[in-house]
């Protein structure tokens, strides 16, 4: 099954739980928070109270994408605010396996997000132990970039060790998402192409008909 996260970076942080409840209205699976903290990525955005104020009014899932340095001293905050799964970028940690154990531990589900640059094949064994993997399609940083059709690549060797979840973060819209959803990708974090839309019904709607070559 298709599912749609909306990732708020693209929302109007002025009248959030507005945009949140449209977003929901049109039929959003999932919220998507991107964090990041002017380290890890040049860009700084949102943390633990933005996650607390989002769950006040949600009525979706709640997932969050760690681009940090230290994701291990953050995680738990996160999953006290309110956020049901959990990624993290696997080359911030020295053992990954163990961060996955201690977000399940939380209560949460784990996954991995993997840059464009990352090595799937030669991390199978140690991807395939998580609840589910992010894809990037582009760089991690700012929503609004411009999808990276090379890193589908990365899309199917996951989706070839993988049967769980695989999400697809990156320039996702109605002119990407038929590839994105061929490639293996069943779950499209969007930002730009949701909250730049005035109607998000449509958006929506035009996001899942485009996965399914109706675009
Ligand atoms: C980028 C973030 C994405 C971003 C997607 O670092 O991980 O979640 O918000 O934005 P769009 O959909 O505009 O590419
Ligand atoms: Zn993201």
């Keep these: 099954m298709l599912k749609i996260s909306a990732s708020i970076l693209s929302a109007d942080f002025a009248h959030l739980a507005d945009d949140i409840a449209d977003a929901?209205?049109?039929?959003?699976d999932g919220l998507?928070?991107?964090v990041m903290d002017g380290h890890f990525v040049p860009?700084?955005?949102m943390g633990p109270a933005v996650v607390t104020g989002v769950a006040s009014v949600a009525t979706?899932?709640?997932?969050?994408?760690?681009?940090?340095t230290d994701p291990r001293k953050y995680a738990g905050e996160f999953i006290t605010a309110g956020v049901s799964r959990l990624c993290f970028?696997?080359?911030?940690?020295?053992?990954?396996?163990?961060?996955?154990?201690?977000?399940?531990?939380?209560?949460?589900?784990?996954?991995f997000a993997i840059s464009p640059d990352y090595d799937v094949a030669a991390n199978a064994w140690l991807?395939?132990?998580a609840d589910y993997l992010l894809v990037m399609t582009v760089y991690p940083g700012f929503s609004g970039q411009k999808f990276m059709p090379d890193a589908l690549e990365n899309v199917r060797a996951s989706r070839r060790i993988f049967d769980r979840d695989i999400a697809v973060d990156g320039g996702v819209a109605p002119e990407t998402a038929r590839s994105v959803h061929e490639a293996g990708g069943n779950m499209f974090i969007v930002a730009s192409a949701i909250f730049k839309k005035t109607d998000r019904k449509a958006a929506v709607a035009a996001l899942r008909a485009a996965a399914f070559g109706e675009g």
């Design 89 to 111: 970028h696997p080359e911030t940690v020295e053992d990954p396996m163990a961060l996955l154990e201690e977000i399940r531990d939380m209560g949460a589900e784990a996954g």
């Design 127 to 129: 991807l395939s132990r």
């Design 43 to 45: 860009n700084i955005t």
């Design 32 to 34: 998507h928070i991107d």
């Design 24 to 28: 929901e209205a049109a039929g959003v």
């Design 60 to 68: 979706v899932p709640i997932d969050a994408h760690l681009m940090i």
